[in-house]
């Protein structure tokens, strides 16, 4: 299986700041034949579902602000918060699809400072 | 609007099957052929796991590295599918969630989630 390892744990950032996450995977998820990375990232917040925010490493699904943007390729990736709002305390994770089984970090908790 | 909807029991005895369905409403399970459906659970401490995925036509794919054995199976005149794990243990105790995994992320990345639903499983 494809181990994905997030850093930090938790994180607290003050509001308007730039709130960083980080996720590695044990193999690349790179797939050479699209050069596409099969890498999402999820919010969730208490009492709710994850939310979809970002496929393919890097593409916001619709109705994510743009303050949310992915980065990385191949085994490293970043997601960044641009502006941190009040509404984005939650619980981030990140998930590849690249290979069966599919597999989630295990989350960041995202904090006011 | 897609709405998916866990039902089943919240509390099952160790070695017994835990059984539930994922209700859909507001499409159809089978109108679009991309369309694959899912369940997911979170542990307690947070974590998320993947099951298993199905197509409408029934063809499924599960997480070969789940210690309990996994059945998916879709009722396309129901509109709903479901799930059952057999012979469980206190570590299949968790939130079971359904979900949907759109066309354009060529491959499982869940854009619309039910709301989930504990489940227990002690005696």
């Known amino acids: 299986d494809i181990v994905m390892t997030q850093s930090p744990d938790s994180l607290a950032v003050s509001l308007g700041e730039r709130a960083t996450i980080n996720c590695k995977s044990s193999q690349s998820v790179l797939h050479s034949s699209n050069n596409k990375d099969y890498l999402a990232w999820y919010q969730q917040k208490p009492g709710q579902p994850p939310k979809l925010l970002i496929y393919w490493a890097s593409t916001r699904e619709s109705g994510v602000p743009d303050r949310f943007s992915g980065s990385g390729s191949g085994t490293a990736f970043t997601l960044t918060i641009s502006s941190l709002q009040a509404e984005d305390v939650a619980v981030y994770y990140c998930?590849?699809?690249?290979?069966?089984?599919?597999?989630f970090g295990q989350g960041t908790k995202l904090e006011i400072k | 609007q897609l709405q998916l909807q866990v039902s089943g029991p919240g509390l099952v005895k160790p070695s017994e099957t835990l059984s539930l369905t994922c209700i859909v409403s507001g499409d159809s399970i089978s109108s679009n052929n991309f369309y694959y459906w899912g369940w997911i659970r979170q542990f307690p401490g947070k974590g998320l796991e993947w099951i298993g995925t199905i197509y409408y036509s029934g063809t499924t794919y599960y997480n070969p590295s789940l210690k309990s054995p996994v059945t998916i199976a879709v009722d396309t005149s129901k509109n709903q599918f479901s799930l059952k794990v057999t012979s469980v243990t206190a570590a299949d105790t968790a939130v079971y969630y359904c979900?949907?995994?759109?066309?354009?992320?060529?491959?499982?990345?869940?854009?619309?989630w039910g709301q989930g639903t504990l489940v227990t499983v002690s005696s």
């Open positions: 979900a949907r995994r759109p066309a354009y992320c060529g491959g499982d990345c869940w854009a619309y």
């Open positions: 998930q590849q699809y690249y290979s069966t089984p599919q597999t």
